[in-house]
């Protein structure tokens, strides 16, 4: 058996075995994330024929790309939660070979096998696998670009970049956290090819066939509302819940997210102009308070990067269970950066990607869910540790 079978089996037989023995083959898990019950709700409407709504009217709440992955499993399968666990779960098996491909291309053969054994039975990769979340789609679409790029360097082809391009888009429409990704890849792509104009030409493309697949779903907001949503409203909440004076003055609660009714003044806040006028009035009035910017950033960032899961429902066992994998991980990828920068060719596009959802987290809020695209990132950096540490050891015993 080859390693990439191998890790494809044994990853998937893992998620497999996680939904069937440890959530239930038939739970959605929406009492722990309420989240999918709108997935679930829009996906029916769309394999019903009744379009992109909730409770007869029209959504844009919700971004559309796992709502029609939702819909496409029920119109053939029926809304059986079982499938799409099934899926989900061959989903996260192609996620591994695909960390297993990355590692191969920027380190070595040994160090993908590493990584995607690791990959295989990591808990924060096998979570999302059993719930109705857009965390397990957006991850793979997540490596499947980042494999892309990967290997169209040295070889860049227009059809490869527009190609990119469309996953990358596909992705926003999954999770609209890689928006400004083109232009961050910008620096990476200027220190690749050593000629701005090129990279800015490159990341310009990267931007632009992005919106070929949003600005289908940009019109149709604008037709359901009669305003221009790019992808869904939902942002504007999520940035007033993570930035408001309310939770300033909160210990356990700064850097993460409030519920609305708990923050003060916006109790009556039903629409997305009053949670995205009330952002920037914190805004402005946050920027002229630049120690309290860094306060709120640096608590942002500790939740992101946080040992323990942030969510309250975070259980016992989970946290044991983070400490045991990510917190034994965290470590090994700190180790695994620092050594990768002694190679000749520099991990630069993991960095970049790294630190887009880092600013995508202090923009909004500090939360472990968002640090899900970059997780396989940190199980590469640790194989590369755990690679070099095996050669160093091996080394020394042939000496």
Same mark, same amino acid.
């Given at each position: 058996m080859t390693p990439l079978i191998a890790v494809f089996v044994a990853a998937f037989l893992m998620r497999l075995f996680f939904n069937v023995y440890v959530m239930g083959i038939d739970?959605?898990?929406?009492?722990?994330?309420?989240?999918g019950k709108d997935y679930d709700e829009l996906a029916l409407a769309l394999a019903g024929g009744t379009g992109y709504e909730i409770n007869q009217s029209p959504n844009t709440f919700r971004?559309?790309?796992y709502p029609f992955f939702l819909a496409a499993v029920y119109a053939l399968a029926g809304h059986s939660y079982a499938v799409v666990k099934v899926l989900q779960s061959l989903i996260g098996a192609l996620t591994c070979v695909l960390v297993? #491909?990355?590692?191969?291309?920027? @380190?070595?053969?040994r160090t993908g096998v590493i990584a995607g054994a690791i990959a295989a039975v990591y808990p924060f990769l096998i979570l999302y696998s059993g719930f109705l979340l857009s965390e397990a789609l957006f991850v793979f679409l997540?490596?499947? @670009?980042?494999?892309?790029?990967?290997?169209?360097?040295? *070889?860049?082809?227009?059809?490869g970049v527009a190609l990119a391009g469309l996953v990358l888009g596909l992705m926003n429409l999954t999770r609209p956290v890689a928006l400004l990704l083109p232009g961050l890849l910008f620096f990476w792509l200027w220190g690749e090819l050593g000629v701005k104009r090129r990279a800015a030409m490159i990341a310009?493309? #990267?931007?632009?066939?992005?919106?070929?697949?949003?600005?289908?779903?940009?019109?149709? *907001?604008?037709?359901?509302?009669?305003?221009?949503?790019?992808i869904d409203d939902h942002h504007w909440l999520g940035l007033h819940i993570g930035n408001n004076r309310t939770i300033m003055e909160m210990p356990d609660k700064i850097g993460g997210w409030l519920e609305?009714?708990?923050?003060?003044?916006?109790?009556?806040?039903?629409h997305a102009a009053?949670?995205?006028?009330?952002? @920037?009035?914190f805004m402005r009035d946050l920027l002229q308070r630049p120690l309290d910017l860094l306060r709120l950033g640096g608590y942002k960032l500790m939740r992101f990067w946080s040992v323990v899961p942030t969510s309250s429902k975070t259980t016992p066992r989970d946290a044991v269970i983070s400490i045991f994998?990510?917190? #034994?991980?965290?470590?090994?990828?700190?180790?695994?950066?620092?050594?990768?920068?002694?190679?000749?060719?520099?991990?630069?596009?993991?960095?970049?990607w790294t630190l887009n959802f880092c600013l995508m987290s202090l923009i909004a809020f500090g939360s472990t869910r968002f640090r899900a695209p970059v997780e396989p990132v940190l199980v590469l950096f640790g194989a590369l540790a755990l690679e070099r540490v095996w050669a160093a050891w091996a080394a020394r015993g042939r000496a």
């Open positions: 739970n959605a898990g929406i009492e722990r994330f309420p989240d971004p559309p790309g297993v #491909l990355i590692g191969e291309r920027l @380190f070595s053969k997540s490596m499947v @670009f980042l494999y892309m790029l990967i290997r169209l360097r040295g *070889n860049w082809t227009w059809w310009g493309l #990267l931007a632009l066939w992005m919106l070929v697949p949003i600005v289908p779903w940009t019109i149709r *907001n604008y037709v359901a509302t009669q305003s221009f949503i790019l609305p009714a708990l923050v003060e003044g916006s109790r009556d806040f039903f009053d949670y995205r006028a009330a952002y @920037f009035s994998s990510y917190g #034994l991980l965290l470590p090994l990828a700190l180790l695994g950066v620092a050594l990768s920068f002694r190679s000749v060719e520099k991990p630069w596009l993991l960095i970049v």
